[in-house]
């Protein structure tokens, strides 16, 4: 059983199209982590939220903790989109070491 | 720059050997992580490290050993036992201590793909 569910696995998409990612997780948490991993492997952290709405660029992530659902939305797509999206949670209370519970990742393509 | 290396980006070894992955950072953070990434799957934890001289086992400790002598390394042992070694690794740091009262971002290396024949 995952804590952390994903949806879709694999997304492809037009340039200049309207994405969207979902997560779902089945545990009380702190906080909800979106991390993006490009082809060559290395993750970067792009929000990390507990309520609400945050955005950064064309990136926009949302929660909803009483449905237990986050999404990370992109607008205006580009092929440099092209990633592998993760979804992580911190559990409620946190636990030492900060441990992340990661869903197994949306594979988006972006095609010119 | 701050950040964490992790080297090398491919080893390649045979069966029965033991290996060492090295990681490293400069952003001065207390807890350290090493992740195990293959196919089609999440990250998952072997060991993490919350401070100097100190560590714990992760979901899937059996067959690594680490050590964090310095509070910048965490070096990762792939032993001869790990049945299945070959796999994607990657180390993360962040600047959760030992309070547990808070979340904090982890920042990950860029990964070293082991090959084990």
């Known amino acids: 059983k995952n804590e952390v569910e994903q949806s879709p696995q694999n997304l492809t998409a037009q340039e200049g199209e309207f994405i969207t990612i979902n997560c779902s997780y089945s545990v009380g948490i702190s906080a909800l982590h979106w991390l993006q991993q490009h082809p060559g492997g290395g993750i970067v952290s792009l929000f990390m939220l507990s309520s609400g709405k945050k955005k950064h660029g064309r990136l926009i992530a949302t929660i909803n903790i009483q449905e237990k659902h986050s999404s990370l939305h992109i607008t205006a797509s580009h092929p440099r989109d092209s990633a592998v999206y993760i979804c992580a949670v911190t559990i409620y209370p946190p636990n030492t070491g900060n441990q992340f519970y990661f869903g197994t990742g949306t594979s988006l393509t972006v095609i010119p | 720059d701050g950040g964490i290396t992790q080297s090398p980006k491919y080893l390649f070894r045979k069966e029965g050997q033991n290996v060492t992955l090295s990681c490293e950072q400069n952003l001065n953070h207390d807890a350290m992580y090493w992740y195990r990434q293959d196919p089609g799957q999440g990250l998952r934890l072997i060991y993490y490290?919350?401070?100097?001289?100190?560590?714990q086992k992760g979901d899937i400790a059996e067959g690594y050993s680490v050590s964090r002598e310095k509070k910048e390394s965490f070096p990762l042992t792939v032993t001869s036992a790990q049945k299945n070694p070959t796999a994607f690794y990657l180390c993360a740091s962040s600047a959760a201590g030992t309070s547990g009262l808070y979340s904090y971002e982890q920042y990950f290396g860029p990964g070293t793909r082991l090959t084990v024949t």
């Open positions: 490290s919350q401070i100097v001289n100190d560590f």
